[in-house]
């Protein structure tokens, strides 16, 4: 849907922003193994898409957290490689999910840890099972080993390429948001990916309109310096997507 209230909504945050000229981005919030809405806000994208002159070149920038959580990682990773949005440039940011993830096929002690926020449901959608006789010390190790032999060689590829950050126009996309008062040159990976509090509490100009996900909101969070889309879809069923042309601002949600 696109509301009124998103109109008003944007309209408080800076309004001089702009992405270049010819150009629309849609901005993806977190997918979190959530296949059913992936599907549906790229049905969505697409309609509006239709409408938009043939010389318009159009980006899709998906802000990372595709596992985990919801039930079908392994899906919603197959459809980004298999399926992409026909016409569209297409970028994918690495969120702090996947760097878990990755982390854990390296390190089986960080097992517990991933599991406890949503390594569980990735497993499940790969069809890692560990018999509950083994030991629990020894589980963790077992789960690594199911994992990197059930992961497709495109999947391992698809989690080691991801970006940590992209910047159109005057806006900055990245997963988690930015340390205030560092350049986009000099962001550390562990701030772009998981920072919460030194961010979200900012009001400091940043120089570009940081886009980000990580950090759940009812509503797309709409701030002078910030624009928050993280609507918590695997349990909300709400994913939003963020239109960008020119200095237009709007919101579609599933």
């Given amino acids: 849907m696109i509301t009124n209230i998103w109109q008003r909504l944007v309209g408080s945050s800076r309004a001089e922003a702009r992405v270049p000229d010819g150009y629309r981005?849609?901005?993806?919030?977190?997918i979190h193994g959530r296949l059913d809405l992936l599907q549906a806000i790229h049905t969505k994208i697409l309609q509006d898409a239709a409408s938009a002159?043939?010389?318009?070149?159009?980006?899709?920038?998906?802000?990372?957290?595709?596992v985990d959580r919801g039930l079908q990682s392994k899906e919603v990773i197959d459809l980004l490689l298999d399926s992409p949005l026909p016409g569209f440039d297409t970028v994918h940011l690495?969120?702090?999910?996947?760097?878990?993830?990755?982390?854990?096929?390296?390190?089986a002690?960080?097992?517990?840890?991933?599991?406890?926020?949503?390594g569980n449901e990735t497993?499940?959608?790969?069809?890692?099972?560990?018999?509950?006789?083994?030991?629990?010390?020894?589980?963790?190790?077992q789960l690594q080993i199911a994992l990197r032999e059930a992961l497709p060689?495109?999947?391992v590829k698809f989690l080691s390429g991801l970006r940590l950050s992209l910047v159109i126009g005057d806006y900055a996309f990245v997963h988690a948001g930015i340390r205030p008062g560092v350049t986009m040159d000099k962001q550390v990976a562990e701030d772009l990916l998981w920072i919460r509090g030194d961010f979200l509490d900012s009001k400091r100009d940043h120089g570009k309109v940081i886009v980000h996900g990580h950090t759940i909101t009812r509503e797309p969070a709409i701030?002078?310096?910030?624009?928050?889309?993280?609507?918590?879809?695997?349990a909300s069923n709400v994913l939003s997507c963020l239109v960008l042309e020119g200095s237009s601002r709007r919101v579609i949600t599933t």
């Avoid at 981005?25 to 977190?30: E, K, L, R």
């Avoid at 006789?133 to 020894?138: F, G, H, K, R, S």
């Avoid at 310096?225 to 993280?230: L, V």
């Fill in 25 to 30: 981005v849609y901005a993806i919030g977190d």
């Fill in 53 to 66: 002159p043939s010389a318009l070149s159009k980006a899709a920038v998906y802000l990372g957290d595709y």
């Fill in 94 to 107: 690495k969120g702090n999910h996947e760097e878990a993830m990755l982390e854990f096929l390296e390190d």
């Fill in 109 to 118: 002690s960080v097992g517990p840890g991933w599991l406890r926020f949503g």
């Fill in 123 to 141: 497993l499940y959608s790969y069809g890692v099972r560990v018999p509950t006789d083994v030991p629990a010390a020894e589980r963790p190790r």
């Fill in 153 to 155: 060689q495109s999947h």
């Fill in 223 to 234: 701030c002078a310096n910030r624009i928050g889309i993280d609507t918590g879809a695997y």
